[in-house]
């Protein structure tokens, strides 16, 4: 079922019509997942509270999950430019901040705001299976939301999660013959044992 | 400068068309950064050497610089929806595979065959400084060579690679009073040390 949602005809998120928003999800992510929409949200939210100083931020994910979908089509930032890093927290919580400084802002789902919210509550900690709940039902909670369900705080990163690493130069490894990063060592780390394949 | 690539019109890269790839790029990346061109290439020698058994298939790739991105702008995976996993081996390579068993084909950049392709060289093992190269002409190296500059061999990824992990559970940390993965103990990984921000 295609749902039609009147009341979000003119909002936006991040400058983005609502529907717009949800045609990207769908053509990037392949489905208008919630975690996605709830993300575009939390970008919104984060992007509104940057700190006034410069227009050129980082995004930091710290969940592989959702999460960074919603960054990557929201913001200049993508996994492969670098602007996006993630790591693996298991949190669904994100930051936006000053790539010079790392001076920013924290966005998260607070538990606690769940409480008015039931759908995106059970949905959130998985209380029904996928299949009993009604993703539209679901969408259009999300909707209503928006950030209310978020908490918002400043942060300011650890240098070393925002410092470009700069690669420092190529061997060829005498193993697999392929170009890797040099100060990884006399063979690339895939040989070294990291290979992901058998 | 922008370069006008007449015989690139009716080119295809994973059935999109050249042009129309690069402007992809170009919105998603930021801008039309030689290692998303090449990585296009890349993903569409991949494509077309996929074992024939079925159609659903993930992508591994090697790096977390540019790469990812061509993956997410030419097939379904993306990071966020978990078909996309990036391994930072710091190797120019990727794989497409099967996401039952882990059968697919690997395509990697070949050092050897850069002998013939010398911008594509001089960018690739960063032989001068970025500002000394040109970009129209080695962007036009790209387009001619495609995936001539790349090896191909078929992998079996390992289990641990490819089989999904599902959330068991959900616990609420009593530090940050946040939503984290059960499994990882009785607080979340950012207030047991993890944490990205001072």
Redesign the interface.
């Known amino acids: 079922m295609q749902m039609d949602y009147p009341r979000l005809r003119k909002k936006r998120v991040c400058s983005v019509a609502v529907e717009e928003f949800v045609q990207r999800i769908k053509d ?3 489905a208008p ?1 919630p ?2 929409v709830l ?1 575009g949200y939390m970008v919104d939210l984060a992007y509104r509270h940057l700190p006034p100083e410069g227009s050129l931020f980082d995004a ?1 994910s ?1 969940t ?7 960054i ?1 089509l929201l913001t ?1 930032c ?5 602007w996006l890093k ?2 693996d ?5 994100l ?1 936006l901040y000053n790539k010079n400084n ?1 001076n920013g802002v ?1 966005v ?5 705001k769940l409480a008015s919210f039931l759908e995106i509550k059970t949905w ?3 209380l029904k299976p996928k299949k009993e709940q009604d993703l539209d039902v679901l969408l259009e909670e999300i909707h209503t939301a928006r950030s209310q369900v978020c908490g918002i705080t400043p ?4 240098p070393e ?1 925002f410092t470009s690493r700069r ?1 420092a ?2 061997s ?1 490894c005498p193993i697999c ?5 040099a100060p ?1 060592g006399n063979c ?3 040989c070294s044992g ?5």
Do not use: M, W
């Not at 592989?64 to 919603?70: E, I, T, V």
């Not at 993508?78 to 670098?82: C, P, Y």
């Not at 927290?89 to 919580?93: E, I, M, Q, T, V």
């Not at 013959?177 to 990063?181: D, T, W």
């Open positions: 990037f992510h392949g997942a975690g996605v993300g930091l710290e592989f999950s959702c999460l960074p979908d919603a990557q200049p993508s996994i492969g430019n670098g993630i790591l927290l298991g949190k669904f919580a930051s790392g924290r998260f789902v607070d538990p606690e959130f900690f998985k942060v300011k990163l650890r999660i690669r130069g190529f060829i013959r392929e170009s890797h990063p990884d690339c780390r895939a990291e290979t992901p394949y058998l």
